[in-house]
């Protein structure tokens, strides 16, 4: 069976060409990722607006690109299949309404892809991984730990109560002068930093519950930027390492936490599993790797074109989700927030 899949609901116009096997296995024919970084630079952050307009402009051309890289025609494709949310909620539409065009057009069947979910099941895509396993999302939108039970199950087992690791990142970033996004330039600088230097508090450390908050760091390495001001280049590095430990201090924590809790029980994860932008980062991906052997469970990390925003993994969860004779309606509603352990209506 061959998906294609849009993507839209962030700063990544997406669209992928996905084939799934009658065995399960899946294959990436073609997929196509344009960032819109560039237009969102000047401003530091993703800037709705902007977005919407810059997935309208190119969505055409992403598409056809797809389908030109995958050698196939959209008479091939089994279904289209689009991101319907969470996120930015003009991108969403722009997205959702594209795909069931071209899905009453072609006279396909159509998949309204929850973005989360497809983060969720896209390590099914690279490789057979049997369920239930344990999933850290870690985006700039998205930080959760999520139990993935089965296509369409999903069981929350922590989350944060404010800002997303990967915002927390773009924060320190910007307000170290390091541009956007955050994430590589932070990771980049805390290479030639001192990670002892500041104290920087480690939120939620040692709770019961697998959550997380990250706020509060990001205040306290403001306060310590501020306290030395004006900073020198080593000053930046420092302030990098220093918050990058506590970040990792924190994941490591929270993760031992999650799994811990699930480990004698009937939802022993068979893995751990890590998604969104943050996994990019090599010094969290090291100290996961010894936190989930110490704890015996196999860690795996999807390639990074994976890991970020892209349209292989909404047209995969929509294959999975065909797979199980699930398909969605053209009247279904773009959302800009639907919850993963929340259940939706398939026809
Ligand atoms: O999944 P993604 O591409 O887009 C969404 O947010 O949906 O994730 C982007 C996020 C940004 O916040 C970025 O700063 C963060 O992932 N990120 C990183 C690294 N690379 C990207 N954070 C920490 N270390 C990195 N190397
Ligand atoms: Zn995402």
Redesign the pocket.
């Known amino acids: 069976m061959l998906v294609l899949g849009i993507e839209t609901t962030?700063d990544e116009t997406a669209a992928s060409v996905v084939h799934r096997g009658a065995d399960g296995v899946g294959d990436i024919r073609s997929n196509v990722v344009y960032s819109q970084i560039a237009e969102h630079k000047e401003f530091g952050g993703v800037v709705p607006e902007i977005a919407a307009r810059a997935h309208v402009e190119v969505l055409d051309q992403v598409i056809s690109k797809a389908l030109i890289d995958a050698q196939v025609r959209l008479s091939d494709c089994e279904a289209i299949a689009a991101a319907a949310g969470p996120g930015l909620i003009g991108g969403v539409i722009v997205g959702l309404t594209e795909a069931k065009a071209i899905a009453l057009a072609a006279k396909k069947k159509f998949v309204a892809v929850n973005h989360l979910e497809a983060h969720a099941l896209s390590v099914r895509l690279i490789g057979r991984v049997d369920f239930p396993y344990l999933l850290l999302l870690a985006?700039?939108?998205h930080t959760q730990l999520v139990l993935v039970e089965d296509i369409g199950r999903y069981r929350k087992i922590g989350g944060t109560v404010d800002d997303a690791i990967?915002?927390a990142?773009?924060k320190a970033g910007k307000m170290l002068g390091l541009g956007y996004?955050?994430?590589?330039a932070?990771?980049q600088r805390a290479l030639e930093g001192d990670p002892q230097r500041f104290d920087l508090p480690r939120p939620m450390f040692g709770r019961a519950e697998p959550d997380f908050s990250l706020s509060g760091l990001k205040t306290a390495l403001r306060i310590e930027a501020e306290a030395i001001a004006p900073l020198s280049e080593q000053d930046v590095s420092d302030l990098c390492a220093s918050f990058q430990a506590a970040v990792i201090d924190v994941i490591a924590d929270r993760t031992r936490v999650a799994l811990r809790k699930l480990r004698d029980t009937v939802y022993k994860p068979t893995a751990f599993v890590v998604a969104?932008?943050?996994a990019?980062?090599q010094a969290?991906r090291l100290m996961l790797e010894s936190e989930t052997a110490r704890l015996d469970t196999p860690l795996i990390v999807p390639p990074q074109a994976l890991?970020?925003?892209n349209g292989a993994m909404i047209a995969w969860a929509a294959a999975e989700r065909l797979a199980r004779g699930m398909e969605d309606t053209l009247d279904f509603a773009p959302r800009p927030r639907w919850p993963l352990a929340e259940e939706k209506q398939s026809a």
């Open positions: 962030c985006s700039g939108g990967g915002e990142f773009d996004p955050g994430g590589p932070v990771e969104g932008g943050v990019a980062n969290i890991c970020t925003d």
